[in-house]
């Protein structure tokens, strides 16, 4: 593959970095501290932007255009992710327009995609996913949440943790047992749930920042229309599984990393005492080089996608290597910084406002969210190097 953009992704790039410009702040750095911890729709600006994004039609850009995407490449798909997760920009990634857009196009009635679909085109509703469970996570085929067939509803009895944005979504896609003695992954069904149903019960959960970017949530005697059932009951595992041609090469992981490297370079540039130290100059360029081989990696997923072909382990080591570069900026931040790193922002003494702290804590759920780096080194081992399984 070449490493430069093609003409067409030049010109979408600069417009893109156009609408950046002229849409974010100048001095973004409050918005940077909390991308990652501002839940979708936690805050009036994100929801405006979002808005506009819709209004250009990128936020549903990969979609095929018979469902009022744009069918995007997957190259062009990776400029938009790149360019976006760079600036801190919130909307990047959308889980309705990424999980229940797909489901809804490839298993949705007529009705439940004329219901569903312009909303999340438009940016008018708020999504979350409820999938993950306490005793459920990694193994999510092990989901105890029940849904029993009453009439024209579901009685719904569970709990779900880890859903991001819980607290502000007006729905959400649910997971839930239908068939309690199938096997596992045959039992399962998928639903969409109304936020504001009576016995949904959403309980933030507050991280090591104290910010609650994500919630738990109980469902007690949920009643849900069969009409909110996604495909046929007991296929859920299947649905929850697809993915629409969208790009999955986890370039977001590496540009949010490169623009804090950068703001800390730049710092250490004007700190005499730091960039006289040569360890921290030596560090960075490592960190530097390893976030250049993970850009490389990314566009690599994205190009195998281009050529038709299903980047199985390849996106996993993207993964891998993009959270645990996430993870090791933290550290390095944190050593270049010393005990001036740990002041929490918005103290006036928080170098480069408390970024590098934030960073730090968030830092370590990065390497657990959307899949374990154990599980997708198992994928790399198992499918990529042909290893047998334990």
Request: hydrophobic share 35%.
């Amino acid at each position: 593959m070449l490493f430069l953009d093609s003409p067409e992704h030049a010109a979408f790039r600069a417009e893109l970095r156009a609408f950046l410009d002229a849409e974010l702040p100048a001095d973004d750095w409050d918005m940077r501290n909390d991308r990652d911890h501002l839940p979708l729709g936690g805050s009036e600006f994100t929801r405006q932007f979002r808005q506009k994004l819709a209004g250009k039609g990128w936020l549903t850009m990969g979609w095929p255009r018979e469902f009022g995407g744009q069918g995007a490449s997957y190259m062009t798909q990776t400029v938009y992710m790149e360019e976006m997760s760079s600036r801190g920009a919130p909307g990047a990634y959308d889980q309705g327009v990424w999980l229940a857009g797909p489901a809804l196009m490839m298993y949705g009635t007529k009705e439940q995609q004329g219901r569903w679909l312009p909303g999340l085109r438009s940016a008018r509703e708020g999504w979350c996913q409820l999938f993950s469970e306490p005793g459920a996570g990694s193994d999510l085929a092990s989901l105890t949440t029940r849904a029993t067939r009453d009439g024209d509803d579901y009685i719904i009895n569970g709990q779900k943790i880890w859903n991001s944005g819980a607290q502000h979504a007006d729905w959400g896609i649910l997971l839930a047992r239908t068939d309690p003695d199938a096997p596992k992954h045959k039992g399962i069904s998928y639903f969409l749930l109304d936020m504001k149903t009576p016995g949904v019960n959403v309980r933030p959960l507050y991280n090591m920042m104290g910010t609650d970017h994500f919630s738990e949530v109980f469902l007690e005697d949920v009643r849900v229309p069969a009409s909110c059932l996604i495909g046929d009951e007991n296929r859920g595992w299947y649905i929850s599984t697809t993915t629409l041609d969208q790009e999955r090469s986890s370039i977001n992981r590496i540009v949010m990393s490169r623009s804090t490297l950068a703001e800390l370079i730049q710092y250490v540039r004007e700190t005499p005492a730091l960039r006289a130290r040569d360890e921290i100059r030596h560090e960075l360029a490592e960190r530097h080089m390893e976030f250049e081989i993970g850009r490389w990696l990314c566009y690599r997923v994205a190009e195998m996608q281009s050529q038709g072909r299903v980047p199985n382990y390849e996106a996993s080591i993207s993964k891998v290597f993009g959270t645990e570069l996430q993870r090791q900026m933290g550290v390095t931040g944190m050593r270049v910084l010393g005990m001036a790193g740990q002041v929490e922002p918005p103290s006036p003494y928080a170098p480069l406002k408390g970024r590098i702290e934030r960073w730090a804590l968030a830092a370590p759920s990065y390497t657990i969210a959307g899949g374990t780096s154990e599980v997708n080194r198992n994928i790399i081992a198992t499918r990529g190097l042909g290893l047998p399984r334990g």
